[in-house]
């Protein structure tokens, strides 16, 4: 599989600068020195808690927000350049779908108007053609093709967000990019949505990064899987070895910290976890205050992302070799 | 409840029994009052120039300050004998017309400034707003004098100045809308709908910002209506021998002794004028504001109604079924019913729930949204928002009492001592003004007699038994200070404060990430265990049930569906929509398990089916499930089913 979208060495800014007399402004590193590659027909992870900067990469990712420092390209172009930044050549390519369905739609606007905006913008559709391909979007995301001239209110949350799919999909893009789509779903809505989009990226051979804080869904619709802390990937790994085999202690935390159906036993820090202070981070590892391993080292040296093949750890000690799952838990059955 | 009635909303529409726009305006008479002199005014005007009345400018000094009722002058006549009617009419439309065009012209101004300052947003804002600022640094009718004197008197100019001067306050009132909007998701969508800035503004804001300046509008136009009869007044507005009110007012005000009427009838006509326009606008206002729409006027009472058929309140009632609650728990509930009545609709949204909690147990209240989980709990202590809820049926026994035969009195002795809440958000239930340690601290006074520093000493150990490292300082930090963990931990300790015997905890760590969500479950467990109190624990996620629950009892469109303990439902549920719905939540290892999802929404409360409500979705269902009441059938000692097909655990469950 090839590299459709590349990400280097990303970092997005808010506050900074100057004030008027000259004194530098606090500054809030959301995103900071991120890097990786996205691959043609994969659907890649991203978990992390609140704060870690998940979404603000998302919107990175699709042009919402733009780079502080670093680059994103897609399919070899370079998408942030200045010069030649282009909002609507990017939509065409790479769509968004948003956490809450509902807002994400305007209330004073038919579902018609909502998912013919894409094709009169982005497509430059004739009205006829139009029709048409509402009908197919409708079709390819299991909605009756009534509810095309109904306003948002009128649906479910689940409804909304296949809504929210579809207008999503009309653009025709090649990545879809997907904050936390089922987080607002009631979980027997989650299912039918999670498999929905399942069917759509077979169906329009769409690639997928998956952003979302819940473990459980992330593993079981990912091939790749990116782990974020305060801003920074912290591991990076296939689905089946990052799960299988955690390596970064903040990844274990928080495999053990997830309760699951039937088993009882989760794990959890004897000491409250904090966040360390955003406006004056830690030179270290962030994770350093709250790590059962951390030494001098960690405390004082920023880990680097080091490869080994398919996985990545910023870690200056890896959990290799260790058992995992943790004697504690009462291992699943497969 | 709301989302399990917007969930069917498609079908349901026809029938929502909500009362009309127009019927809602009208049941506000003041506003129709005023809608209807206005019209009438209004009326009158549009008529004036087909009516048989003097030309208004036409003297006539031999019948000059003529009395109302004089003969070929209704109203009288003024000092130069012109007829006093015409005039009135001629000038109320002049009146009406110049303050109906300053509103407009105040108003498109005023909104563009404000939806371009909130939309752009950074510099375009602080320019914008910063002239808007310069414009408010004046006083008010100075610069409307001011803007006239430079301008030289006359209507047009009188109508500038006015326009001008209320630029300011559309500018600042639409801003502060746009600003919010312009941070909502549907705007990212239309940005990545490929749509430009000006056809965002144009098409997705406007319509949006719309009712605000409309009820802005409505709320001014009598305002400037008066302030142009100022001017006029003045002698800046309207000049002879043009009139409007105000100028009428003006050539009568040196008669006031000698023949009021001059002065009178208009007066009275800008009283009727404006006054018809502020009630009007009132109502407008109160239709179109949101605010105002879901209630917020109305005060809810301290707790919610109870109506429950004479049987259940009688003694003997309350008697047979204490006997009935099952021996040693600490709370028995008896068929509640709670309902929501929304016009003529009634939702049920809690539907004969029968369950006890033991001793020092802990007992999950599992469920989608809209299932009447939360209802239930806010139920128990009469915390439903009445209207529109009111408890029709039931009984909830704490240690063999009824509480919903206590009065409000009594309830709020049980809230927070013998029953208390903990809720979802933390920074919602806190409040922002008072340290922690306060507000621990009120909650033991509003309970015991001691002194404020003993009611402090107590909250500081509460604070140390949840877990907060440095107890005595942070009693003293505000809840903005805190995470949302600790926050939890907070209102958790608050919840302690008086030893309940029950604590109910509403999806307690739903808002909370999963390492915190880890600790604190781990608190509750363990504080329960501590302090011999139950919980009664609400939340969506089997996951979190299987930690902390010994039993869980399911609940689906309002009935307790499946009721027995966690390990046995979790592994082999009995109800096809237990069954169901662990088989639809992916669960971490098992990454390859297809998600069975479940096909199809909730029913309506408003509308159950005959029958059982799951029936629609159900693989099992036969005609069978579609009649008659479904009753809680027993599958062994400990669990109960509500289905007539139960499932053997032929489905599997999540062990």
Known sequence: MSALMEIQDVTRRFGGGRTLLGRPKPAVHAVQGVSFEVRQGETLGIVGESGCGKSTLAKLLVGLQRPTEGEVSLGGALLHDPAVFDRRALAKRVQYVFQDPLSSLNPRKTIRQILEAPLIHLLQMPAAARQDKLMEIMEAVRLRPEFLERYPHEFSGGQAQRIGIARALAAEPEVLVLDEPVSA??????????????????????????????LAVVESVSDRVLVMYFGRVVEEGTAGELFRRPLHPYTRLLLSSAPVPGRKGIGAEARIAELPDPLAPPPGCAFAARCPHASDLCRETLPVLEREGESAYACHHPRKGEPWPPANVEAAGD | ??????????????????????????RNQLAAFGAGLLLVIILLVILTPFLPLQDPAATDPANRLLRPLAEGHLLGSDHLGRDILSRLLWGTGVSLLVGLSATSVAALFGSSIGILAGYFGGRADTLLMRGIDMLMAFPYILLALAIVAALGPGLLNALFAIAIVNIPFFARNIRGVTLGLAKREFIDAARLSGKSDLSILLTEVLPNVLPVIVITVSTTVGWMILETAGLSFLGLGAQPPDADLGSMLGEGRKLLITAPHVSVIPGVMIFLVVMSINLLGDGIRDLLDPRLKSGALARPAPMTEVDRPSAQTAPSAQAVAAMSAK???????HDLETQFRIGSDVYKAVNRVSFDIRPNECLGLVGESGSGKSVTALSLLGLVATPPGRIV???????????????????????????AYIFQDPLTTLHPLFTIGDQIAEAIRSHKPVSYREAWASAVKLLDAVRIPNAAGRASAYPHELSGGMRQRVSIAMSLANDPELLIADEPTTALDVTVQAQVLKLLDQLRDDTDASLLFITHDFGVVSEVCHRVAVMYAGRIVEIGPTEEVLSAPAHPYTERLIACVPRLGEPGRRLEAIPGLPPAVNKLPPGCAFAERCPHAEDACRQGEIDLDAVNDAHQVRCIKPRNGQGGGAA
């Open chain 1, 185 to 214: 779903l009631d979980v027997s809505v989650q299912a039918q949505v999670l498999n929905l989009l399942d069917q759509l990226k077979a169906d329009f051979d769409l690639t997928y990064i998956f952003i979302s804080h819940d």
């Open chain 2, 1 to 26: 409840m709301t989302a399990a009635a917007t969930a069917t909303a498609p079908a349901a529409k026809a029938g929502s029994g909500r009362p009309s726009p127009l019927k809602l305006f009208l």
């Open chain 2, 327 to 333: 021996q040693g728990s600490v709370l028995a509930v």
């Open chain 2, 393 to 419: 049926g039931g009984q909830v026994l704490l240690q063999g009492r009824d509480l919903l035969g206590l009065d409000a009195a009594g309830l709020r002795a049980v809230r927070g001592d013998g029953v």
